[in-house]
Every structure is written in structure tokens, then in C-alpha cells.
């Protein structure tokens, strides 16, 4: 068994519910710098003090995230023991940019490392990264992360423009909303526009994690009284859309025949 595990059957003491997305601003250093610090940091631990250093968990689950996101989750060591100790982790691929990789942690305090996930790409994975004290004991803590593309949505696939029959207006709007629906920002750019009589009033932008964002779209006809466009808008890490734009004037096409007299 972990010493986490052991320690825990015997340490009835009630604590608060361990939130791993708070971290713990304060780092100690890195390497132990004077004479008592560097005695206790090089001492192999008996069984008995292994058991008074705790992990906050052994599984650091990243759970279900979008691609691009900054996501950080806190590990955290408790030293219960009379001495100093250095623990230092040894972090995996996905993990790289996690910080720190070593601190000297006090008798009786607890030290926080910023586990760091790497969201460029979408994938699911379950991987172990290891943490050492004192260079002698090495204990592996699970990660598991799910990280999915960008998840945009819209109001309508397709949207129609008609001139009202009632009014000299030459022109009418309709505006497009775009959900993300995802946990982080979700950049968009709008394709196909140009020459149109469908006008964007903006053909990029960005959109809030788990907002939505609104689009205004004019629609003033040429001379043709029907007109249609599929304009496509891509998701920066995410699937592209396709938008169908229906046009009418509202007015019959219609011509004269002169009667021969």
C-alpha cells in the first residue's frame, strides 16, 4: 500500500473536502540550502515516517475538457514528520509544464504542485507521473484526462431573408447566434461571403466558453429577385459549420407582352 493509503485508516482526524482546483499559491525551494536542510533531505525515511507524508490523492482527474483550455489541477504533499524532506516529481508528456518539479517542504506543512495539462490536442489518456522524496522512495500518482474539440452550435442551418411587400426598404437583417459549448474561448472565421448580396457585418471573432455570440447578416438584393448562398464558417480547433442564405424580394418576376395591334 501507498503511504496515503495506510495513513489514512489510522488518521480519524475530520479535514475539509480537498479541492483540487484551488492551488497553493506559496512554492517552497526547490533545493535544500542549509546544513539542517540538507542532513534531512538526504536521510532515507523509515517506514514509519514514510506513512506521515501524505498525498492529497492518488488519481489527479483532469475529467472532460476542450482543447486549448488552461487547465490546472493542485497535488499536493503534507509533511508530518519532525524534518524537513524534498519531494520532487518526475511529470510525463502531457504533464511537462507542470511547476514545480522540486520543493524542500518544512516539518508539518503542506506543499502544493501545479499539475499543468496540455490541451493542444483532443484525445483521452490515462498515464502515471512518479514523485520522490528525499531521492529514495518513489511513489506514481494516476492522471486521467478527456480532451475534446471545440463544440460550436447554431440558432438555424438556415435562414431566410424576404423584403417585407409594405416597405420601400431596399434591404432587411437577420442575425446568426453561435453557442460554444465549450470550457474554453472558441475563435470562429466566416467563408464564402464575398460577392454576395448577403453582407456579415463581421466575418471573425471569438466566442466566451459556454456563451454565445450574436452575428448580423444584410441581405440587399441585385437586380436577380431570388438569390441563395452557402457560406461556410470554420471553428479554430473544432468542426466547421455550413450556413445556408436564402434571398427574395418578395416580389414576383414579371414581364410585358405588348399585344400587336
Known amino acids: 500500500k501507498l503511504p496515503s493509503e495506510i495513513f489514512r485508516v489510522r488518521n480519524t482526524k475530520k479535514k475539509t473536502a480537498f479541492n ?14 542549509k546544513r539542517i536542510e540538507i542532513n534531512e533531505c538526504s536521510k532515507t525515511l523509515q517506514p514509519t515516517q514514510l506513512l506521515h507524508v501524505i498525498p492529497s490523492s492518488q488519481l489527479v482527474n483532469f475529467g472532460t475538457v476542450s482543447v486549448f483550455s488552461k487547465e490546472v489541477r493542485t497535488f499536493q504533499i503534507t509533511n508530518n514528520n519532525q524534518m524537513h524532506i524534498l519531494v520532487e516529481i518526475v511529470p510525463f508528456q502531457e504533464i511537462k509544464d507542470s511547476t514545480p518539479k522540486s520543493q524542500v517542504i518544512p516539518p508539518n506543512q503542506t506543499a502544493g504542485f501545479d499539475i499543468v495539462l496540455d490541451t493542444s490536442s483532443p484525445g483521452s489518456f490515462t498515464n502515471k507521473f512518479q514523485y ?5 522512495h ?19 442551418s438556415v435562414l431566410n431573408f424576404k423584403l417585407p411587400n409594405d416597405s420601400f426598404q431596399n434591404y432587411c437583417c437577420q442575425n446568426l ?3 460554444n459549448n465549450s470550457n474554453s474561448i472558441a475563435k470562429y472565421q466566416i467563408e464564402g461571403v464575398q460577392d454576395s448580396v448577403f453582407y456579415f457585418h463581421e466575418t471573425s471573432g471569438s466566442i466566451r466558453p459556454n456563451s454565445n455570440a450574436s452575428v448580423e447578416i444584410t441581405y440587399k438584393p441585385d437586380t436577380n429577385p431570388h438569390s441563395e448562398r452557402v457560406v461556410s464558417i470554420s471553428i479554430f480547433g473544432g468542426s466547421s459549420l455550413l450556413l445556408r442564405l436564402v434571398g427574395d424580394t418578395g416580389k414576383p418576376a414579371f414581364s410585358l407582352n405588348r399585344k400587336a395591334v
Open 20 to 33: 483540487d482546483k484551488v492551488t497553493i499559491e506559496k512554492k517552497f525551494k526547490p533545493k535544500p540550502t
Open 132 to 136: 520522490i522524496i528525499n531521492g529514495n
Open 138 to 156: 518513489t511513489y506514481s500518482i494516476t492522471v486521467i484526462a478527456n480532451i475534446k474539440p471545440i463544440e460550436v452550435t447554431m440558432n438555424s
Open 177 to 179: 447566434l453561435l453557442f
